[in-house]
């Protein structure tokens, strides 16, 4: 890959990363691997492509899931970090809602550089790995493309933990294509929390109206905090 400094050089003052952060993807690749959801996928990857290949080889119709999950991926990243991780907590009936996922992604935007907390949460892969067995079986006609589908959607689950861990990280970017996942996803915590939700793809953003000009948006006080500010402000009423 080739480094974008222009791309680099445009993302905003983002404070002092610790110096025990990894410099290198080799750096980081021992790293990554030590903690439990990139371990869980890959090994939930290799379950999917083992069973895959135990049906038989693949056709020109397993090209079909594939590109359906390339399609709606940009969607789901959008919406998971829009309606789940960026959950505003309210009060329901006297009762505060709120959810150890969102509580999570807000400890994340506080402590951005902290690697340790930024993963998929491990409680998070009991709902959703049966669930996406299920919604696979359910949408195709047999077990060799729900398979190709499964595994197809792990592989890019994988690649999101990855790439949103380099982010958080000295790692530097060489290639157009990540500088501008790394730049969008820093704008995203140091500059404004409402916009660029991407992680590894952009197109939603685009589609849906946040991915307005750097220039164009103003910085916003509660991208480190989110609701924090918000919350205080209401307590004191």
């Known amino acids: 890959m080739v480094r974008s400094s222009a791309l680099a050089s445009a993302t905003p003052p983002h404070g002092s990363i610790p110096a025990g952060s990894p410099r290198t993807w080799r750096e980081a690749l021992p790293i990554f ?3 439990g959801s990139p371990r869980l ?3 939930a990857l290799a379950v ?3 069973v895959r ?3 038989g080889p693949a056709s020109l119709w397993d090209l079909a899931p594939i590109v359906g999950v390339l399609a709606l991926w940009p969607l789901q990243e959008w919406a998971i970090h829009v309606f789940i991780l960026h959950w505003k907590p309210r009060t329901l009936l006297g009762r505060r809602l709120d959810f150890a996922v969102p509580r999570k992604h807000r400890r994340h935007h506080r402590d951005p550089w902290n690697y340790e907390i930024l993963f998929i949460p491990l409680q998070s892969f009991v709902v959703t ?3 996406l067995v299920a919604l696979w079986y359910a949408i195709t006609p047999g ?3 729900a398979w190709t589908g499964i595994a197809t959607h792990l592989l890019l689950a994988l690649h999101y933990e990855w790439v949103h861990f380099l982010i958080h990280t000295r790692v530097q970017p060489r290639s157009a294509y990540y500088a501008r996942l790394w730049r969008n996803h820093r704008l995203h915590h140091f500059k404004n929390e409402t916009q660029w939700f991407g992680v590894t793809r952009l197109e939603a953003d685009r589609w849906l109206g946040t991915a307005r000009r750097p220039e164009e948006v103003p910085p916003s006080p509660t ?3 989110l609701f924090a500010d918000e919350e205080s402000r209401a307590a004191r009423r």
């Open 33 to 35: 691997l030590r903690h």
């Open 41 to 43: 996928l890959l090994g």
């Open 48 to 50: 999917a492509l083992a």
């Open 53 to 55: 290949a135990a049906l």
């Open 129 to 131: 790995l049966p669930l």
């Open 143 to 145: 077990p060799e493309l």
């Open 223 to 225: 991208a480190r905090s």
